[in-house]
């Protein structure tokens, strides 16, 4: 049994036993005592600490482990000691010592090799390993693989399946990081004293003073820069703010219900519309960020950016697509009649919407739209038929002519749609009840256009009720002195005669 020490190396908690815990504290030691007259000595050790804690870290897999004396040693022996480098007589006694360690075979687990990442992982570890070999952050291939799979989705169910297969044969054939080895040669980075003395070495600034000239261009691009980042910010919030108010607004446009109209009230719709006006602005307002900070354009920042501008060509494919295969539909018009008989003897006939219509809500500067006030893909719409009520003297009886028009990308199919298209109604006694048909996501406006005219003679009275009358119009051959329907369908007497052309 032998005591073990609490400590803390470079910021983590560790459990190291008391032989290591004294080969470990030396060792810090005559590192600090070599960089003493570096002025950057508080840096390179603290950043030499946080790699040490890393490398024991990969070693004991778990920092409830004691740290025993072997791993001290053999993390030390992979991180250098300061005392074999510094002279002429130093370096060849490293020199040797690199040529033992190769000969060995001790520095070929910095050559990167390919595992998968099980301690850092979400599902296998694919995309952790992935952004070790590549070097670029794991949430950017995690944010690409997702994204290529939804878009994907969009498109072609089998072809997102296909890339989840792929992922799933990686996960079998890439190997997982296990051993000491196998991680350190999964990150592929040397983690020695002179690699970091020298990148922190590399990375010291060395400060100049430009002439007047530089400094106002400098400022010149500052300014530029800023103003372009605050007018993209700006026009972001104000798109956001824009889409989050179509998108809850009822009592303007209600976009929803046209979406429900055409089929594209769906999640995958309003995310691509999202990512079309978001991503731009996003993307500039990074990119003025980093002209303005005077950042370097990492290998990071070029995934992202190539990821962004992916979804973006795919929200654009989506909607565009969509867009110009609905304006196809409209290429070519056709349009049939077909004459009802009204078989009633009363002289009072009622034109009417059926029951389940009724407690609709009207869309919104839209007269002739109809929506319930169901959510999500539950909501659906009706367009009532435009009502015509045309007075003849010569007809004896009333006729029912309904004008039937559909669209299609062919002349034939548009006539023939237009030919098949039936108005549901019912027809008893002096009730004209007509059933207009819904529309949702599942069921949409399959283009057609149907305008009823009722052609009645001059004895009759047609009331045409709510909410028919707001999508109304009355034709007349002539106004008599004994009365006839209005706009409302209220009858009212006048005292002259009009004809109308």
């Known amino acids: 049994m032998k005591p073990t020490i609490k400590v803390s190396i470079g910021g983590l908690a560790f459990s190291i036993e008391e032989d290591a815990y004294h080969i470990l504290k030396t060792y810090l030691e005559a590192l600090r005592k070599h960089f003493d007259?570096?002025?950057?000595?508080?840096?390179?050790?603290?950043?030499?600490?946080?790699?040490?804690?890393?490398?024991?870290?990969?070693?004991?897999?778990?920092?409830?482990?004691a740290v025993t004396l072997e791993d001290a040693q053999e993390t030390i022996k992979i991180?250098?000691?300061?005392?074999?480098?510094?002279?002429?007589?130093?370096?060849?006694?490293?020199?040797?010592?690199?040529?033992?360690?190769?000969?060995?075979?001790?520095?070929?687990?910095?050559?990167?090799?390919?595992?998968?990442?099980?301690?850092?992982?979400?599902?296998?570890?694919?995309?952790?390993?992935?952004?070790?070999?590549?070097?670029?952050?794991?949430?950017?291939i995690r944010i690409a693989l997702i994204g290529i799979i939804l878009i994907l989705n969009i498109f072609s169910f089998k072809a997102a399946a296909t890339v989840v297969l792929a992922y799933i044969i990686f996960t079998i054939i890439i190997p997982k990081a296990k051993t000491f080895?196998?991680?350190?040669?999964?990150?592929?980075t040397n983690p020695s004293i002179e690699n970091i003395e020298d990148r922190e070495l590399f990375a010291t600034n060395k400060k100049y003073r430009g002439s007047i000239f530089t400094d106002f261009i400098r400022v010149f691009f500052n300014f530029i820069f800023g103003f372009a980042a605050v007018i993209t910010i700006i026009g972001l919030i104000a798109i956001s703010g824009t889409l989050l108010w179509l998108y809850f607004d009822t009592e303007i446009?209600?976009?929803?219900?046209?979406?429900?109209?055409?089929?594209?009230?769906?999640?995958?719709?309003?995310?691509?519309?999202?990512?079309?006006?978001?991503?731009p602005l996003v993307g500039l307002f990074n990119l003025f960020v980093k002209g303005l900070r005077r950042s370097r354009f990492t290998r990071t920042t070029l995934v992202s950016f190539i990821v962004?501008?992916?979804?973006?060509?795919g929200a654009a494919f989506y909607i565009g697509n969509k867009g110009i295969s609905w304006a196809k539909n409209y290429r070519y018009e056709a349009s049939s009649l077909e004459n009802i008989p009204l078989a009633t003897n009363s002289d009072t006939i009622y034109i009417r919407i059926a029951d389940e219509y009724k407690n609709a809500t009207q869309q919104p500067n839209t007269p002739n739209l109809y929506f319930n006030r169901l959510k999500g893909r539950d909501r659906a719409v009706f367009i009532l038929p435009r009502v015509q009520i045309e007075q003849d003297s010569l007809?004896?009886?009333?006729t029912v002519e309904v004008d039937k028009k559909a669209f299609s990308r062919t002349y034939d199919d548009a006539q023939q749609?237009?030919?098949?298209?039936?108005?549901?109604?019912?027809?008893?006694?002096?009730?004209?009840?007509?059933?207009?048909?819904?529309?949702?996501?599942?069921n949409p406006w399959d283009r057609e256009i149907i305008s009823i005219k009722i052609k009645t003679p001059a004895n009759k009275t047609i009331i045409v009720e709510q909410p028919l009358r707001d999508y109304y119009r009355f034709n007349s051959d002539r106004f008599h002195r004994n009365g006839c329907i209005n706009n409302w369908g209220w009858r009212q007497n006048f005292d002259w005669d009009w004809d109308f052309d």
């Not at 390179?44 to 778990?62: F, G, H, K, W």
């Not at 250098?80 to 360690?101: Q, Y």
């Not at 209600?254 to 995310?271: C, E, Q, S």
């Open 253 to 279: 446009f209600n976009v929803r219900n046209y979406l429900a109209l055409i089929g594209m009230n769906t999640i995958d719709f309003r995310i691509a519309m999202v990512l079309l006006f978001i991503l």
């Open 37 to 65: 007259k570096n002025p950057e000595a508080e840096e390179i050790v603290a950043d030499i600490e946080a790699r040490l804690s890393e490398l024991l870290i990969m070693r004991i897999n778990n920092t409830d482990v």
């Open 417 to 442: 749609r237009a030919n098949n298209l039936r108005l549901d109604y019912t027809s008893k006694d002096s009730l004209f009840i007509i059933s207009p048909k819904w529309y949702d996501n599942d």
């Open 395 to 398: 007809l004896t009886s009333c």
């Open 181 to 188: 080895e196998q991680k350190v040669s999964m990150t592929g």
């Open 79 to 140: 991180m250098g000691n300061p005392k074999d480098f510094g002279d002429e007589e130093a370096a060849t006694n490293d020199n040797s010592n690199h040529s033992k360690a190769e000969e060995t075979g001790t520095f070929d687990i910095f050559k990167k090799k390919l595992y998968r990442d099980s301690d850092h992982r979400i599902i296998s570890g694919i995309c952790s390993g992935l952004g070790h070999y590549l070097r670029v952050d794991p949430a950017a």
């Open 308 to 313: 962004g501008l992916c979804f973006w060509f």
